[in-house]
């Protein structure tokens, strides 16, 4: 007997392979009647970034600044990904059954992605499987081999380049 998959973790940096990794994960779900949350992580501002805030604003404003900076950039991503989810599944977020929740998070990809899997106890992790810049990463990103090394969880990768056009493929609608 298989292990029964009742949550799957959806993970995205939102490439260009986001919609047929989506559909996979979504015909997944429905497969096997399981929820799916979909995840989106934004990385915090760089070392360069803070150094420059730190060094030509005040300890108050360089705070101020960048707590607003990434609650503005945490609302825009959640509203992007509501409509690319309405316009692939044809519904809103309320009104589906597979997709139970959207979350934008602020922080390192591997690490947050580990805690919104014991967040949201997923029993599957799906990420797509893109080549890096780096000979280290030619076959898959970083994020998603340190998540195959690090998780306690199973990981599925969906394999993005060259996809074939099967029916996960196609619009979900």
Same mark, same amino acid.
């Given at each position: 007997?298989? @292990?029964?998959?009742?949550?799957?973790?959806?993970?995205?940096?939102?490439?260009?392979?986001?919609?047929?990794?989506?559909?996979?994960?979504?015909?997944?779900?429905?497969?096997?009647?399981?929820?799916?949350?979909?995840?989106?992580?934004? !990385? @915090?501002?760089?070392?360069?970034?803070?150094?420059?805030?730190?060094?030509? =604003?005040?300890?108050?404003?360089?705070?101020?600044?960048?707590?607003?900076?990434?609650?503005?950039?945490?609302?825009?991503?959640?509203?992007?990904?509501?409509?690319? +989810?309405?316009?692939? =599944?044809?519904?809103?977020?309320?009104?589906? #059954?597979? &997709?139970?929740?959207?979350?934008?998070?602020?922080?390192?990809? +591997?690490?947050?992605?580990?805690?919104?899997?014991?967040?949201?106890?997923?029993?599957?992790?799906?990420?797509?499987?893109?080549?890096?810049?780096?000979?280290? #990463?030619?076959?898959?990103?970083?994020?998603?081999?340190?998540?195959? &090394? =690090?998780?306690?969880? @199973?990981? &599925?990768?969906?394999?993005?380049?060259?996809? @074939? !056009?099967?029916?996960?493929?196609?619009?979900?609608?």
């Amino acid at each position: 007997m298989s @292990p029964q998959i009742k949550t799957i973790l959806y993970t995205t940096a939102l490439g260009p392979h986001t919609r047929p990794v989506f559909r996979f994960a979504v015909n997944l779900a429905r497969q096997q009647n399981a929820r799916m949350v979909l995840l989106h992580v934004v !990385e @915090p501002l760089s070392n360069n970034v803070r150094f420059l805030m730190d060094n030509y =604003l005040s300890p108050e404003k360089a705070s101020e600044l960048q707590h607003e900076a990434t609650r503005g950039i945490l609302e825009k991503f959640h509203k992007r990904l509501e409509a690319f +989810c309405a316009e692939e =599944l044809g519904t809103t977020l309320e009104q589906t #059954t597979t &997709l139970s929740e959207i979350r934008v998070v602020n922080g390192l990809p +591997c690490e947050v992605i580990l805690e919104e899997a014991d967040r949201c106890d997923a029993d599957l992790i799906v990420v797509g499987a893109h080549s890096g810049s780096t000979p280290r #990463t030619t076959f898959i990103g970083s994020t998603t081999r340190r998540l195959t &090394l =690090l998780s306690k969880r @199973p990981v &599925l990768m969906v394999p993005v380049a060259d996809l @074939p !056009e099967t029916q996960w493929a196609q619009p979900l609608v």
